[in-house]
């Protein structure tokens, strides 16, 4: 059995860094500014190509206090996660979460066999070889797939948590209508789903994305990556610290693994640096956004 594991995604060790700070007349005297289009900010995401076609007719005005918000994520998060910098590379590794499984997810889909199945009974792979494919950094579910032929199952996540495949198109439309700044009206049409198709062309058959897979702040560089991240979302500050607070208690929640899995220490010991990264992040920004003394709805 083939499995394949499509993440959307889509961060341990303590981090120290200058917090950016928010004042609170500053954010109060911006919100009384001329709005602006958050399409010229994130024309720095590795995935933002050129349409073919001038789309300001078609876009809208972000708050300014959104833009703030977004462009203060990104600085921060390019910061921590540099990919310039060795330090910078082993934090990217622990925000990815691309190589967990969704901790709802279908177990029988995901690791090939039900609770009351033994993966040796199935795969002559008893859960101490497991372990030791897991010590070794080798993934068990392929080298146990190999005597299984044509089939293949394909696991649709997001932030770890299972989703349909007309969940994950639809999150990806999203997406392109956040990143590109298109007005919730226009994206109920025919040229925008048009345009959509355009995009989604243009980004299989760009070679420098479909190489660089899992690696995309590494191939583009942090801002690039993490400017399309951010920007595809367009959070509020509390949304924000909410997902990565959630994703660090779903990441405790994987440590326990399904039945007749043994997980390997360095298994364990990636789970534990995400969880470390996510929490530091969360913590990080409580602090940059005066969690609990502003508003952080906006």
């Known amino acids: ?16 860094t200058e917090l950016l700070k928010s004042n609170p007349e500053d954010l109060q005297n911006t919100s009384t500014e001329k709005k602006v289009n958050a399409s010229s900010t994130n024309k720095d ?8 076609e001038d789309i300001s007719a078609y876009t809208t005005d972000v708050d300014p206090v959104q833009q703030q918000t ?19 590379k ?49 993934d068990p579910r392929k080298i146990a797939a190999q005597g299984v032929k044509n089939t293949s199952v394909i696991v649709y996540s997001n932030n770890l948590h299972q989703i349909t495949k007309e969940e994950s198109d639809s999150i ?34 760009n070679k420098q994305i479909e190489n660089a897979q899992q690696s995309m702040a590494e191939t583009f560089g942090s801002k690039s990556y993490f400017t399309s991240l951010v920007g595809s979302q367009n959070l509020s500050k509390s949304e924000i610290i909410e997902q990565y607070s959630k994703i660090s208690q779903d990441l405790q929640t994987l440590k326990t693994p399904p039945e007749n899995i043994t997980y390997g220490e360095s298994y364990i010991k990636k789970i534990d640096d995400s969880i470390k990264m996510y929490d530091t992040i969360t913590s990080d920004l409580k602090k940059m956004w005066n969690y609990g003394d502003l508003d952080v709805t906006s």
């Open 45 to 52: 995401a590795y995935n933002y190509v050129d349409l073919g």
């Open 172 to 205: 990806k439309v999203e997406k392109f209508k956040n990143l590109y700044s298109f007005s919730d009206e226009f994206a109920k049409t025919d040229k925008f789903q048009e345009l959509y198709t355009n995009y989604v062309d243009q980004i299989k058959n």
């Open 90 to 138: 082993k934090n990217l590794k622990s925000f990815d979460l691309a190589s967990f499984d969704p901790v709802d997810g279908d177990i029988k889909a995901i690791w090939g066999y039900t609770k009351n199945e033994r993966p040796g009974d199935l795969y002559s792979l008893t859960p101490e070889e497991i372990s030791n494919f897991q010590q070794g950094g080798i």
């Open 1 to 16: 059995m083939q499995i394949s594991t499509n993440l959307q995604n889509s961060f341990t060790t303590p981090v120290t």
């Open 70 to 88: 977004n462009t203060e994520l990104i600085s921060y998060l390019s910061s921590i996660m540099d990919n310039k910098t060795d330090e910078g």
